[in-house]
Nanobody
């Protein structure tokens, strides 16, 4: 039974940093494509960052150079380091896992991820 639990969200001032975590159980993160998505009120869910099975990361243009995605295989946990945040980064952030996701040079669409966490809220003021 695959389960994803996000944590680390909260309120932060613009220009600050935040680190999100996603604890996975029921499988090993390195065997799946893992991703972070976000959804702001009234907007569609958008891909933020993903890490493929080969370890290659991809990022949305809006976060390149500011966010960093990583995995800790020993803890079976996915992370998202968010730096120099802006109010436009305010959203509910979701962790996702996908099986047999084709490698891409962009964040894969949400439709290819079969497993999702409940989300953690990030508010930037």
């Amino acid at each position: 039974h695959v389960q994803l639990v996000e944590s680390g969200g909260g309120s932060v001032q613009a220009g600050g940093s935040l680190k999100l975590s996603c604890a996975a159980s029921g499988y090993t993160v390195s065997s799946y494509c893992m991703g972070w998505f976000r959804q702001a009120p009234g907007k569609q869910r958008e891909g933020v960052a993903a890490i493929a099975r080969d370890g290659m990361p991809t990022y949305a243009d809006s976060v390149k150079g500011r966010f960093h995605i990583s995995e800790d295989n020993a803890r079976n946990t996915l992370y998202l380091d968010m730096n120099n945040v802006t109010p436009e980064d305010t959203a509910m952030y979701y962790c996702a896992a996908g099986v047999n996701v084709r490698a891409r040079d962009y964040v894969p669409p949400a439709s290819v991820f079969g497993y999702w966490g409940q989300g953690t809220q990030v508010t930037v003021s």
